[in-house]
């Protein structure tokens, strides 16, 4: 195996792990629908590239990339016994490894043409997949997202998590406004998570076009980071206050306001419900 195959099989496995996450996240795939979806797409990736004798060794760097990301990026632990990621790896890279010995290595041609196997084998895939996505288009995003939402232990994990990293960092006139920058930060960070604020991140350098950044999601003319997007809410939100307070009742200042920055009632009923976790879980 040549340093170049080598290459490509690693540029190959970042494009599987972005296309996997998105699935994930887009329709909440179970480890086993994880497992079907990436065969899938090794098998497709196989067909576009003729030499594809180790392509599995794609799940291998897969496997890796997944590690450091998920250590060193999103300081969680990977290795954690309750996540099973090593249990489904293993798993993954086994089949990974029969489908390639066993399916992708015997045929000439991976897409159809006269093999009666490569009939049967994309036709099964055609059915998963149509009966995949046929039971999940009554599910919208917006449903999908609030459903990631509602999971307080989500919430308090990264809220938790949050507060660790960025509490220093939060700067209010009013104190009792911190939990809601956490929920925000944790909305939006669920909405655009790390890797793909690089690729905006990126992106703004070249085009220098209005572009939402950092881990609030403001939108901002100027290149700015997390921290400063965490800063630029927390004056914003000040202000908001400031005009809610003589205005509304005590007892919904809290909504106006979150009315007030998205103006969007589903995002303002996600936020409200992550605020409302926030607050119970500080005080025990």
């Not at 490509?8 to 909440?28: A, H, M, V, W």
Request: one cysteine or more; glycine letters at 0%; charged letters at 25%.
């Amino acid at each position: 195996m040549t340093l170049s195959t080598l290459i490509y099989y690693f540029l190959l496995s970042i494009l599987l792990l972005i296309c996997i996450n998105y699935l994930k996240r887009k329709y909440l795939l179970n480890d086993m629908n994880t497992i079907i979806f990436t065969i899938i797409l090794l098998i497709l990736l196989a067909g576009f590239y003729p030499n594809n004798k180790n392509i599995f060794i794609v799940v291998v760097f897969e496997f890796i990339i997944d590690m450091i990301y998920t250590t060193y990026f999103l300081t969680e632990d990977f290795f954690k016994e309750d996540k099973k990621n090593i249990t489904f790896y293993f798993v993954l890279i086994i089949i990974s490894y029969i489908v390639n010995t066993y399916f992708i290595n015997r045929m000439d041609y991976i897409f159809p043409k006269n093999s009666e196997l490569r009939i049967v084998i994309w036709t099964i895939i055609i059915l998963f997949l149509y009966n995949f996505f046929k039971d999940k288009t009554n599910l919208s995003e917006e449903k999908v997202k609030r459903k990631v939402l509602d999971n307080e232990e989500y919430i308090v994990i990264n809220y938790a998590k949050f507060k660790s990293r960025y509490k220093e960092e939060i700067d209010l006139e009013n104190k009792n406004l911190t939990n809601l920058i956490y929920s925000i930060m944790i909305y939006e960070n669920y909405n655009r998570p790390l890797i793909l604020r690089k690729i905006d991140t990126t992106k703004f350098k070249f085009t220098n076009k209005k572009t939402k950044q950092g881990i609030m999601q403001v939108n901002s003319k100027k290149l700015i980071d997390d921290i400063d997007s965490i800063h630029l809410v927390c004056k914003k939100i000040d202000r908001i206050y400031k005009r809610k307070l003589t205005s509304s009742k005590k007892n919904d200042i809290m909504k106006e306001i979150i009315k007030e920055y998205y103006k969007n009632a589903e995002k303002e009923e996600n936020i409200l419900n992550i605020y409302e976790v926030i607050c119970e879980f500080s005080k025990e």
